[in-house]
């Protein structure tokens, strides 16, 4: 018999087994976990401040007391015996370049082994991901011979969209297909690579001087897919000038109308903003001022501030109609039955 001292990986319960013991750890220093996020602790005592960000085994940790996070990472040694890699620079794939001005956040390695997978890095490059009118849904090619190539390809790319909402739409198209992905979804792929080709240094900034305050971009397409008829919504969240969040998803219900579509979009955004505001203010990021939402539906501005014309929506009414068509119907095979 062998005795299992460690194991980060591969047993069902070892992952949930190993947070519990460090939380267990951080929590007897004095670091409180977010309800809002658990992957974070933070631990504040006057004017002293630090957040703790953990994943699996990679801990980051932020403070402006020296003296507080050099106990920690004691503390932290004497229960697991930690490696310190100082500064963060390299985390998880993510490269982050710190200068007086902000921080900068890219994965110009992580592009490069993806193209150097795929052999693209002598290909010519193009200028943008993806043709704005795609029939991708309707491709009728033949069925590629080996789908786990696209399927690691798209699955790599999902990853790059942390540092890349340029890519965030074509990516979700494409992954859309990985269940039987054809010849049509395979150069679409090849078409998003040679677009990072030209790209590979993008990333994004996060000032350090700003206001605080968010402004969401939110927008949304009416029955942009052809076999299921859902809209699709988008949204951009900036917290002044630095982006922060961003997200392109298939809607869950089909939609009669624009302004129906725009409507659900909005309420998506809104979820997203409440979750933002909260992991702000435990993280203790004074928001003072409103979240600014912004759209370019008249009709669903309208709709949105001010309730009374719920009832007035023209979705509202068909579905109105439709329950009482469904009556009427129910009420005549009713009669019909008896008599």
């Keep these: 018999m062998c005795c299992l001292h460690k194991s980060l990986y591969g047993l069902k319960q070892a992952s949930r087994q190993w947070f519990a013991k460090f939380s267990n750890a951080i929590l007897q220093f004095g670091f409180t976990q977010l309800k809002v996020d658990t992957s974070f602790f933070t631990h504040s005592q006057g004017t002293s401040f630090t957040v703790l960000f953990v994943y699996v085994d990679d801990v980051i940790i932020a403070s402006n007391n020296s003296a507080h996070t050099k106990a920690l990472k004691d503390y932290l040694d004497a229960w ?28 110009g390695k992580y592009a490069l082994d993806i193209l150097h997978e795929a052999s693209l890095l002598g290909s010519k490059p193009f200028t943008f991901p993806m043709e704005q009118n795609h029939k991708l849904a309707l491709d009728d090619s033949a069925i590629l011979d080996n789908p786990g190539a696209y399927r690691r390809l798209v699955g790599r790319l999902i990853y790059l969209t942390i540092t890349r909402p340029n890519i965030c739409y074509s990516v979700h198209i494409l992954s859309q297909f990985m269940h039987q992905p054809h010849h049509g979804h395979w150069a679409a792929v090849i078409r998003v690579l040679r677009y990072l080709k030209s790209t590979t240094g993008q990333g994004i900034f996060l ?133």
């Design 80 to 107: 697991f015996h930690i490696k310190d890699l100082g500064p963060l620079k390299y985390f998880l794939g993510l490269e982050v370049a710190q200068s007086p001005d902000g921080i900068v956040l890219s994965q």
């Design 207 to 339: 000032q350090l001087k700003f206001d605080l305050q968010l402004h969401t971009y939110c927008d949304s397409d009416w029955a942009g897919c052809p076999v299921t008829r859902c809209s699709l919504t988008g949204y951009f969240i900036t917290l002044g000038c630095s982006p922060i969040s961003w997200k392109t998803k298939k809607q869950n219900t089909i939609s009669r109308s624009s302004v129906e579509a725009e409507y659900h979009s909005i309420a998506t955004t809104t979820c997203e903003i409440i979750w933002l505001r909260t992991l702000l203010h435990d993280l203790m990021v004074p928001i003072s001022s409103s979240a600014q939402l912004y759209c370019d539906n008249h009709g669903t501005i309208h709709i949105a501030a001010n309730p009374v014309h719920h009832e007035t929506h023209k979705a509202y009414r068909d579905r109105l109609s439709l329950y009482s068509g469904l009556y009427q119907i129910r009420v005549h095979c009713y009669n019909t039955h008896f008599f």
